[in-house]
C-alpha cells in the first residue's frame, strides 16, 4: 500500500522515532541467514548500536565487534559461550562480554533484539571483569519503580562497575506513566514490546506501539504514559556506572 509520504517516524537533533514501515533490513559481514533492522548507530549519534536481527532457520550471527546483549522476541535461538549450550526462547537473554568467543545459531525462524556497545574500562581502579549472564526474563523478579506498583522494572544486566551499560524491560499497567519528565545525562535506545501510549520527546509529543524503536540522546526530556486497556511494554537501554569526563574507546 501507498502511504503517500505518511509515517509517525520522526528525527530530530536529540531523538528519534522509528516505525516499522519505516524499517529497511541490510545483511551485515559475517552473519549468514539473517537481516537486520539497524535502530541506532553512530551515524545516528549513538555510541551503541541496537539492530532487530532476523533469523531464517539456521541462520547465524557473526562475531561482535564490541559487548553484544540479545534479547529473544521470537522463535528460539543456540548460544554456545563459556564452554555452555543454552536455548533462548522468547524472553530469553544474554549478555556476552567485549571479546568473549561465543556463536549463535536459529533453530527456527526467529528474531532478537540486539545490542552492541564498545567497553569502557574503569580508570584507575582494578575490578573484575565483566562476565557471561544468561537468563530468562520471567524467572527475574519484578521490582515497582518508585513505590508504584503500576509500574514495573526488571533488570536483565547485572549491577556493578564491571558493568557499563544496563538493559531493562519496563511494564505498565493501563494509565499507568512516569511520575516525572526526566532529563540525564544517559542515552536510551527503546524498543516497544507490548501495548503502547504516548511518549513526550523534547517538545514533541508521539502515538507509540509495538514495533516501535526510540533512540534518545543525552539530556532528552522524555516521559510516557501507557494508554489503552491492555498493559504496555518496553526493552530500554542505557549506558551506566561510567563517569561523564572518563574517555570513550571513540575518542581514544
Known amino acids: 500500500m501507498h502511504h503517500l509520504g505518511i509515517t509517525r517516524s520522526s528525527l530530530k537533533?536529540?531523538?528519534l522515532l522509528q516505525t516499522p514501515n519505516t524499517?529497511?533490513?541490510?545483511?551485515l559481514a559475517g552473519a549468514a541467514g539473517v537481516e537486520f533492522v539497524v535502530h541506532a548507530a553512530p551515524q545516528l549519534g549513538a555510541r551503541f548500536t541496537q539492530m532487530t536481527a532476523e533469523f531464517a532457520a539456521g541462520g547465524t550471527l557473526g562475531p561482535a565487534p564490541a559487548q553484544r546483549f540479545i534479547y529473544v522476541l521470537e522463535g528460539e535461538l543456540e548460544l554456545r559461550a563459556g564452554g555452555k549450550e543454552h536455548i533462548l526462547?522468547?524472553?530469553?537473554?544474554a549478555f556476552l562480554p567485549q571479546g568473549a568467543p561465543h556463536s549463535v545459531r536459529a533453530l527456527a525462524n526467529s528474531r532478537a533484539a540486539v545490542i552492541e556497545k564498545p567497553y569502557e574500562p574503569l580508570v584507575g581502579e582494578n575490578s573484575e571483569a565483566p562476565e557471561i549472564c544468561v537468563g530468562s526474563e520471567a524467572a527475574i523478579a519484578a521490582v515497582p519503580l518508585m513505590g508504584d506498583e503500576a509500574l514495573r522494572v526488571r533488570s536483565l544486566m547485572p549491577d556493578g562497575p564491571a558493568y557499563d551499560f544496563a538493559v531493562n524491560t519496563m511494564t505498565y499497567d493501563p494509565g499507568a506513566a512516569l511520575s516525572m519528565v526526566e532529563i540525564h545525562v544517559m542515552e536510551h535506545g527503546l524498543l516497544m514490546l507490548e501495548g503502547g501510549g504516548i511518549?513526550?520527546?523534547s517538545d514533541s509529543w508521539y502515538?507509540?506501539?509495538a514495533g516501535d524503536f526510540i533512540w534518545m540522546a543525552p539530556y532528552c526530556?522524555?516521559?510516557f504514559g501507557a494508554l489503552g486497556k491492555r498493559p504496555a511494554k518496553y526493552l530500554i537501554y542505557k549506558?551506566?556506572?561510567?563517569?561523564p569526563l572518563a574517555p570513550h574507546p571513540r575518542e581514544g
Open 207 to 209: 502515538p507509540v506501539e
Open 23 to 27: 524499517f529497511i533490513r541490510t545483511p
Open 221 to 223: 526530556p522524555q516521559w
Open 89 to 93: 526462547a522468547p524472553g530469553g537473554f
Open 239 to 243: 549506558d551506566w556506572r561510567r563517569h
Open 13 to 15: 537533533p536529540d531523538h
Open 199 to 201: 511518549y513526550k520527546l
